[in-house]
């Protein structure tokens, strides 16, 4: 049962934006941990930004100042400004059943057991 569904993806120039949104509605746990993560050919999946029950927002250090992730009562968004080519990736969805203490982006994808199927971002420089 998909219960997280990315969209907002395309294609850009460098510099540019786009922003992503992930419908959660069907998603029991949309108000816990929920985060953006994205994998690039070849790479691992990588966190991007988590947020957690008390709405507190960490950032991988590749794109803070330039990535804002937020929620509301149904979705997740992730605004993407100052777009770089290595930010080129599938971006995913992710949920967990936890509120607090949720893992940092750089802890890997470990008890994240929700995702959704992913939206493509391309930058071009």
């Known amino acids: 049962e998909v219960q997280l569904v990315e969209s907002g993806g395309g294609s850009v120039q460098a510099g540019g934006s786009l922003r992503l949104s992930c419908d959660a509605s069907?998603?029991?746990?949309?108000?816990?941990?929920m985060g953006w993560f994205r994998q690039a050919p070849g790479k691992e999946r990588e966190g991007v930004a988590v947020?957690?029950?008390?709405?507190v927002t960490k950032y991988a250090d590749s794109v803070k100042g330039r990535f804002t992730l937020s929620r509301d009562n149904k979705n997740l968004y992730l605004q993407m400004n100052s777009l770089k080519s290595e930010d080129t990736a599938m971006y995913y969805c992710?949920?967990?059943?936890?509120?607090?203490?949720?893992?940092?982006?750089?802890?890997?994808?470990?008890?994240?057991?929700?995702w959704g199927q992913g939206t493509q971002v391309t930058v071009s420089s």
């Open positions: 992710a949920g967990m059943p936890l509120s607090w203490s949720c893992p940092q982006p750089g802890a890997g994808i470990r008890g994240w057991n929700s």
């Open positions: 069907q998603y029991p746990y949309r108000r816990h941990c």
């Open positions: 947020v957690g029950g008390d709405d």
